[in-house]
């Protein structure tokens, strides 16, 4: 019996493990070529993008930098951020779209039923790893404030620490209304308040398919299911 409780408790880690990594690095190093592309970018390239301003348009090679949380782009082979980030309208980049959230970071649009849009916001979390703990798994302390040192636009990111950090990847989803106010996803209370006529047909859905609110196909699910009640 002990060794399928051994199982199930290592089941978590494997499944995060995806969307973390542990690099050594030293205070004001440069790690940017220690992080794997998947970990820094949401494109394995810099691809074709049409950047929509009000009243003007631009186009060029864009990728979104998910640790920096900010889109960059490639002039002359070198990599910038995108300048003016609030003022874009919207954003494409092979086929899929992307909206302003604060001074430079975006969110992508996951689905859009007219009236509502689910979006996700992607950051990047840097993070003290500490040593083995139990059955000798790894572990991590509390997020570092200040980001990595990763070279963005000839800025220096610095490590707080002299030792291994953990990389790992956050995301936040969204519902966002025809008002355009972001509210976040964390449970079935989020959409109730979106639908409050229709609260125990959602809380039942929610039960019945034991939707989980960090699932990107799971909410995109619940979503369609809010905007069809009533129809």
């Known amino acids: 019996m002990k060794k399928y409780v051994f199982l199930l408790l290592l089941i978590p880690v494997w499944v995060s493990a ?21 970990m820094q970018f949401l494109f394995p390239e810099f691809t074709d993008g049409d950047v929509y301003y009000k009243g003007y348009s631009g186009k060029g090679k864009l990728n979104y930098n998910m640790l920096l949380g900010e889109m960059q782009f490639l002039e002359n082979n070198q990599v910038k951020a995108l300048a ?6 919207v954003l494409n980049i092979d086929k899929r779209r992307f909206y302003p959230f604060n001074e430079k970071e975006f969110t992508e ?3 859009s039923t007219g009236k509502y849009q689910l979006r996700v916001r992607r950051r990047g979390n840097v993070a003290q790893h500490s040593k083995k703990g139990a059955y000798g798994m790894d572990s991590s ?4 404030t200040s980001y990595s040192s990763i070279n963005s636009d000839n800025r220096q990111y ?17 519902i966002v209304g025809s008002n355009g106010k972001y509210i976040l996803i964390k449970n079935a209370k989020t959409f109730t308040k979106q639908f409050p006529q229709y609260r125990a047909q959602i809380e039942e859905f929610v ?4 939707i989980r609110f960090d699932n990107e196909d799971e ?9 069809n009640l009533g129809n």
Do not use: H, M, P, W
């Open 18 to 38: 995806q969307n973390r990594q542990v690099i050594e690095a030293a205070s004001g190093e440069d790690i940017s070529q220690k992080v794997s592309t998947q």
């Open 84 to 89: 003016n980030a609030r003022d874009v309208v």
């Open 109 to 111: 649009e996951l689905l």
């Open 141 to 144: 302390t509390s997020a570092i």
């Open 158 to 174: 610095n490590l707080t620490v002299e030792e291994k950090v953990l990389i790992s990847l956050d995301y936040f989803y969204y």
């Open 207 to 210: 039960q019945d398919n034991k």
């Open 219 to 227: 909410l995109k699910a619940l979503l369609k299911f809010c905007s």
